[in-house]
Nanobody, 126 residues
Framework: QVALVESGGGLVQPGGSLRLSCTAS????????IGWFRQAPGKEREGLSC????????YYTDSLKDRFTISRDNDKETVYLQMNNLKPEDTAVYYC???????????????????WGQGTQVTVSS
């Protein structure tokens, strides 16, 4: 069983930045591909980015690659999502997720990912 925990959410003004963190317990973290998703009220869950376990390659949804950056620190067993120039439409609950059989991430379909964290709220408002 994989337990994921997100942190780093909060209230930020438009144009501001946040860095979200995703940690995992009970597993060899460096073996897991990690994806970041978000879900706004009344909307479907949206894939944002993922980072592969095998070679550390990254994948982004096109609309966000200029503002969001994913990275991982295997020594700290943490994956980060750096979010810059935040906009009110970025307001959502942000989740990290993984699947033990998904090694090279090039698809952010949420159905691929088996294990999910509880989410962290990001609110962008003045």
């Amino acid at each position: 069983q994989v337990a994921l925990v997100e942190s780093g959410g909060g209230l930020v003004q438009p144009g501001g930045s946040l860095r979200l963190s995703c940690t995992a317990s009970g597993v060899r973290f460096n073996l897991y591909t990690i994806g970041w998703f978000r879900q706004a009220p009344g909307k479907e869950r949206e894939g944002l980015s993922c980072i592969s376990s095998g070679d550390g390659s990254t994948y982004y949804t096109d609309s966000l690659k200029d503002r969001f950056t994913i990275s991982r620190d295997n020594d700290k067993e943490t994956v980060y999502l750096q979010m810059n120039n935040l906009k009110p439409e970025d307001t959502a609950v942000y989740y990290c997720a993984t699947d033990p059989y998904y090694e090279f991430c090039n698809d952010l379909d949420p159905s691929i990912f088996t294990y999910w964290g509880q989410g962290t709220q990001v609110t962008v408002s003045s």
